[in-house]
Nanobody, 125 residues
């Protein structure tokens, strides 16, 4: 059974940093592109960042480009999201899952595994 366990969220002031982790178990991790997604209150879940299977290529939503960095460690079955220069608009629950690109957009590949519980990121102004 696939499990996605996100951690590392918290309360931080605007301009601060956080590093999120997502540990994956129950499935071959290295054969999937992985992504981070977030859901703010009252909004739909949206794409944040994705990374290729090898980690060589990364992709970002325009709103986080230059501030967030996605990385992965295939030996540890873990994907990371380093977040810097956080803004109140980044407040959301952050989730990871496998990710697939269609055209120029990224989508969660939920057949990989069910969503985890997510990790709350709250940025105060």
């Amino acid at each position: 059974q696939v499990q996605l366990v996100e951690s590392g969220g918290g309360l931080v002031q605007a301009g601060g940093s956080l590093r999120l982790s997502c540990a994956v178990s129950g499935r071959t991790f290295s054969t999937y592109a992985m992504g981070w997604f977030r859901q703010a209150p009252g909004k739909e879940r949206s794409f944040v960042a994705a990374i290729s299977r090898s980690g060589e290529r990364t992709y970002y939503a325009d709103s986080v480009k230059g501030r967030f960095t996605i990385s992965r460690d295939n030996a540890k079955n873990t994907v990371y999201l380093q977040m810097k220069s956080l803004e109140p608009e980044d407040t959301a629950v952050y989730y990871c899952n496998a990710a697939t690109m269609y055209g120029t957009s990224w989508y969660a590949q939920t057949a990989f595994g069910p969503w985890g519980q997510g990790t709350q990121v709250t940025v105060s102004s």
